[in-house]
C-alpha cells in the first residue's frame, strides 16, 4: 500500500517531468491540505523569464488563492528538491506546517530544517536521477 508521502511526491515527481520536458531545471512542487492538493507548480524560470518562478512558489501562490489566505499553517509542501533560501523564506512567510522534499540539495544548503517540520528522502532516488539527467544532457549542447 502506498503512503501519503510517497503518493504526493509521485505527483511532484510528475511535475518535474513537465519542467525536464520543457527544458527547466526539474523540480517539480505540491501543496497539500488534509488529504487533497490545492497548489501545483514546476519550474518555469526560463519559459517566464522570471528568476522567482520556482515549484514552490507557484506552488504556494496557487494553494493561497485556492484557500483564500497568505497562510498555509495546515498545509505541507511536497517538492522534489530541497528549497532554495528564497523559497525557504516564501514558506516561512507562508507559515507551511510542514516541507517534505525528495532530493537534497548539496549544491546550495537551506535552512528549512531550522524553520519548519521537514521531512525528506521520499522519492530521493528518482528525483536526483531526473536532475541528473536534466544537467547531463544540458552540458553536452555546450
Known sequence: MLDF????MREALKLANIAFDEDEVPVGAVVVCGDKIIGKG???VEKLN??????????ITAACNFLGSKYLDKCTLYVTLEPCMMCTG???ESQIKKVVFAAADTSNRSAAPNLFEVKNGILANEAAALL???FKKKRKKI
Open 5 to 8: 508521502d510517497t503518493f504526493f
Open 42 to 44: 514546476y519550474n518555469q
Open 132 to 134: 541528473t539527467s536534466f
Open 90 to 92: 516564501a514558506l516561512r
Open 50 to 59: 522570471d528568476p522567482t518562478a520556482h515549484a514552490e512558489l507557484l506552488a
